[in-house]
């Protein structure tokens, strides 16, 4: 079922920066783990912003430990990534303990799943990328206390890879300790949320989120859910999700190859060249923000990119990716109401 969901996905959204994968489980595998009603904002949250960074998002709530194995199977071995998807993120909310993520039935180590998503142990199109953790969750029962410091005092082309590289994992507390979530979901994964959408590398906005959180804690009251995140990285390139958003989709003949020749091309030309516009056309959005994976109505402008691509109608394409809202401006959804059918 995942394997078809990631079809769907990828044949959806083509030109995605990355795949983000949102686990959000709310039960525990013990009866002392209470109900984590927060984690399902954790996951709107974590949602809308990897939607926003132009990520293809699949999300899960309340998975059993065996379907977490075989998700992480799934998006690890599936072998028809669009070229321009260079970043997999895997966002986890929920109860864990040492060394291990909780699921309603048990638990899932995380070095296992660390070494599912190892170059040697996943598809070659996408060992060399980097792959993105951030994991909200309890990783211990140890509860920290704050300790007062006086003023003054100081404290795809083939390539070599690493086997170990390119991973980057934040945790919400260090090994050993709980993390802590408030009315409106995890104390971090809120913050971290917002940040992500921050003009900034990610190690860079990993601190950021940090030091937000440490200057919170100073109120008497909150440094009761006083945590220390951590962040373990071996990743090999700079990495600015927002920016990377922003920039240009694959070159043609790359993206060109992802798409068989369409028989309704030619047919379709003129009748995609005169739908209505978007809702986002329209003019009807959300204080400016470009949700470019939840448009409503006939997004006809990326369907009529594509179809040029597909019949190789080059002159065309580039007569038309300069008039329509392309690129930096917005991407938008490949659909056209079941008109294109299976042909997509």
């Known amino acids: 079922m995942a394997s078809a969901e990631l079809q769907t996905l990828c044949r959806t959204y083509p030109r995605a920066k990355g795949l983000c994968v949102i686990i959000a489980n709310s039960r525990g595998n013990l009866l002392k783990m209470p109900l984590l009603e927060g984690v399902k904002t954790d996951l ?5 912003t990897f939607e926003t960074l132009k990520f293809a998002v699949m999300t899960r709530e309340d998975c059993s430990a065996t379907q977490m194995v075989s998700l992480f199977h799934c998006v690890t071995l599936f072998s028809e990534y669009p070229p321009s998807y260079r970043r997999i993120a895997v966002v986890f909310a929920g109860h864990g303990v040492e060394g291990a993520l909780c699921a309603h039935d048990g638990t899932v180590p995380i070095d296992e799943i660390f070494d599912r998503f190892q170059p040697g142990n996943c598809h070659p199109s996408i060992g060399g990328i980097p792959k993105l953790f951030f994991i909200d969750s ?3 029962k140890q509860k920290m206390e704050p300790v007062v410091v006086e003023r003054g005092a100081t404290a795809v082309p083939s390539k070599v890879v690493s086997p170990r590289g390119n991973i980057l994992v934040a945790y919400s507390t260090l090994e050993g300790y709980k993390a802590h ?43 009761l859910y006083l945590q220390q995140p951590e962040c373990n990285l071996t990743i090999n390139e700079c990495i600015n999700l927002l920016k990377e958003s922003r920039e240009e989709c694959p070159s043609l003949g790359e993206a060109s190859s992802n798409y068989g020749t369409s028989s309704l091309a030619q047919k379709l030309i003129p009748q995609l060249a005169t739908s209505r516009p978007s809702r986002y056309e329209a003019g009807n959005h959300d204080n400016g923000q470009h949700d470019s994976f939840n448009v409503d109505g006939t997004e006809y402008y990326q369907q009529l990119l594509h179809t040029y ?13 300069e008039k329509l809202p392309f690129g930096d401006k917005i991407l938008y959804r490949t659909r056209i109401e079941g008109t294109l059918g299976e042909d997509v």
């Not at 709107?44 to 809308?48: A, D």
């Not at 002159?315 to 038309?320: A, G, I, L, R, S």
Request: hydrophobic fraction near 35%.
């Open 309 to 321: 691509v597909r019949e190789g109608m080059i002159q065309n394409y580039k007569e038309h990716q």
């Open 44 to 48: 709107v949250n974590m949602k809308r």
């Open 181 to 223: 979530e408030a009315e409106e979901g995890g104390i971090w994964a809120t913050e971290l949320s917002k940040q992500l959408l921050h003009d900034k590398s990610l190690p860079d906005i990993i601190v950021s989120v940090n030091q937000t959180l440490m200057v919170k804690f100073q109120n008497s009251a909150l440094s």
């Open 138 to 140: 309890c990783r211990g």
